[in-house]
T-cell receptor, first 115, second 113 residues
């Protein structure tokens, strides 16, 4: 068990470009979550998957954002036409259905800077 | 909707002194409460959790927290801090049986030599 992995760790992109982040959860965890953390704030919920099904999306997730989890394994978060307001740390976490009450396991995050 | 308040954005404390980081949540019938720690440029690590039972919960690294239902609080304490405890601490709440956590804005603990 190597924990939750996120790639890349850092991404600098020009405004208007598309970016994609990847998250590899703990293999036996069937729930996967994306959160966004801006400077000075706590993480805010974006979306969550149970297996391959995306079961909830926050209103923070505009039409420019899309997340997938093919085959219920890794997940990708894509941001199209990035804006400076998208600059943040994007955190992925996973849990089992039974283990949700025992807390998430977070990855180290992907820090996005839009210039 | 649930909300979490961490009133102290920054807490400086000298090494080996005790510390308390405050967390209040909005009232709900049944909640689960968590404290996470975040070291620079890293993800969040679970320190401790309250699900039910004893109101005093112990976590990793010598931290403990007390659930107070009447005051809707879940303050984090450590009797003697170390330099290595310097980090950001987040309180989080979820309604029991849900998957979504609501986080506070965090408290930056700075331990001074």
């Amino acid at each position: 068990d190597t924990g939750v992995s996120q790639d890349p760790r850092h991404k600098i992109t020009k405004r208007g470009q598309n970016v994609t982040f990847r998250c590899d959860p703990i293999s036996e965890h069937n729930r996967l979550y994306w959160y966004r953390q801006t400077l000075g704030q706590g993480p805010e919920f974006l979306t969550y998957f149970q297996n391959e099904a995306q079961l909830e999306k926050s209103r923070l997730l505009s039409d420019r954002f899309s997340a997938e989890r093919p085959k219920g394994s890794f997940s990708t978060l894509e941001i199209q036409r990035t804006e400076q307001g998208d600059s943040a740390m994007y955190l992925c976490a996973s849990s089992s259905v039974q283990g949700i009450n025992y807390g998430y396991t977070f990855g180290s995050g992907t820090r996005l800077t839009v210039v | 909707a649930q909300s979490v308040t961490q009133l102290d954005s920054q807490v400086p404390v000298f090494e080996e002194a005790p510390v308390e980081l405050r967390c209040n949540y909005s009232s709900s019938v049944s909640v689960y409460l968590f404290w996470y720690v975040q070291y620079p440029n890293q993800g969040l690590q679970l320190l401790l959790k309250y699900l039910s039972g004893s109101t005093l919960v112990k976590g990793i690294n010598g931290f403990e927290a007390e659930f107070n239902k009447s005051q809707t609080s879940f303050h984090l304490r450590k009797p003697s801090v170390h330099i290595s405890d310097t980090a950001e601490y987040f309180c989080a709440v979820s309604d029991s049986g849900t998957y979504k956590y609501i986080f506070g804005t965090g408290t930056r603990l700075k331990v001074l030599a």
